[in-house]
């Protein structure tokens, strides 16, 4: 598997009284692209949400066991510096009403950085990584709300590269897209695993087979917890699955 | 089946009907309301001609001389001070309780500040007159009399602070969770969040709420004819400071038609009500200003 990024070790986490995921174990791996299957409300969101911490914002939100990021105990980090080595994109694009420009730099911006050619430096490469440089180049200025969904997307991907993370997370990052939009983003993650370990959330089967290394499978029983069932390489996943119920959702879903 | 239908159909349209009869009610009643004074102030824009009204500096009801600028001016500069003080500690505290204080901290807090809203306007001018008065006397600089342009724009700021911390917190709660999580998802701190995210996205609301204060401030009365001195002039600095303008005396449009409307006769009565015109039609200025702010919201 090679140099481990991410670890979980026996982590649980409740909401309340309501447990969504029970002694999850595992370890993705670096520079690879991790995806993570399973039925809606089995917990993905939960897990992937984890490994930034964006779950210590909910209040009721308890967790046990312990999670690592490069070895490192990610409740003993500074949160702040956590965030910066794990980035996230998220579900529906979320660009902040201001300038293609400034949302890029935001993120540098939060982190102390003040020099505007610097600035401009990390905006057009973080652009350009997010293949996104040659539509708005020009309009650097122009409100980010103006872009189409596709593009506002891969502006969310840039403005996460440019604090230079190590991690990218990302939530069903195509499902509010159209096809050719969603083709863009999975070519662009493929591109993006050279540089970035990418832990990706998707009900989609075929983009889960296209786009990952890996595979975790969750699912969850009539109490509604969330539980790791199935784990590997994507393509023993996808061709013979050792447990029943990931045959049954990968076949369900294919048939 | 079919005649239930139609029943829950007539309900519908009854209340409907019922519904738009008291907008248009509303309506009517602005309306008749502005034209009756607008009819009774008519004499006085007549005679009197618009521009020296408006801009005449004389007001003297004994030499006939109604010029409305020093009120004009008195009612802007108050309203600039209270304004002022009480926008950024309106959201300085609409940001405290949407995104910092604990629930608690909230339940107690939120009270207190309908309270404020429900406290009638002359025990806000005895306060002054009582507490900032003789506070505001205290500053050596000769002709301050303690009332005048600083008390009534405290007391005001005090007055205008429910409307601007209640809108302005709504509308930094229904700022969209996906702009505050993406902000600390790229490692921003919860205060940078606050300041590079949510204030802004919040702008058009709290600009609503600003407006919708001033046009509160533009209206209010009794308080401010008891702390605020009445006297006709145009402010102006008491000394070489600018800022000692705000020592100076005035008195509001509105104080102008409380004061004298109880002994006004013939074109002075008129006149009066030609003051409540320019407030009526100043204060429709900016409540529709604050309208097309909160439309340009959704
Ligand atoms: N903030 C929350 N409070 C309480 N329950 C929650 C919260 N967020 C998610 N849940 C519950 O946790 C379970 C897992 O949700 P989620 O992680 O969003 O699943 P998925 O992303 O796989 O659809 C669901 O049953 C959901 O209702
Ligand atoms: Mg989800």
Known sequence: MGQIKLEMVHYSLYYGNFCALRDISIQIPARQVTAIIGPSGCGKSSF??????????????????????????????DVVELRRRVGMVFQKPNPFPKSIFDNVAYGPRAHGLRDRSRLEEIVEQSLRRAALWDEVKDDLNKSALTLSGGQQQRLCIARALAVEPEVILMDEPASALDPIATLRIEALIRELRENYTIVIVTHNMQQAARVSDYTAFFFTDESRTGMLIEYGETKQIFTSPRDRRTEDYITGRFG | MKGKKSEAFWAGRVIEGILLLDALLAIVVIFLIGLLILIEAWPAFRKIGFVPFLLGKEWRPGKELYGLLPMIVGSILVTLGAVTLGVPIGVALATFLAEVAPPWVQKVVRPAIELLAGIPSVVYGLFGLAVLVPLVRQI??????????????????????????NISEDAIRSVAREYREGSLALGATHWQTIIGVVLPAARSGIVAAVILGIGRALGETMAMIMVIGNSVIIPKPLNSNPLTIFLSQARTLTGNIAVEISYATGLHENALFATGVVLFILIMLVNSMAHLAMRRRS
């Open chain 1, 48 to 77: 992937l949400r984890t490994f930034n911490r964006m779950n210590d914002l909910i209040s009721n939100a308890r967790v046990e066991g312990r999670v690592f990021l490069d070895g490192q105990d990610i409740w003993e980090m």
């Open chain 2, 140 to 165: 050596p600089v000769p002709g301050n009399s303690g009332f005048g342009l600083l008390s009534a724009s405290v007391v005001l700021a005090v007055m205008i602070l429910p409307t601007v911390a």
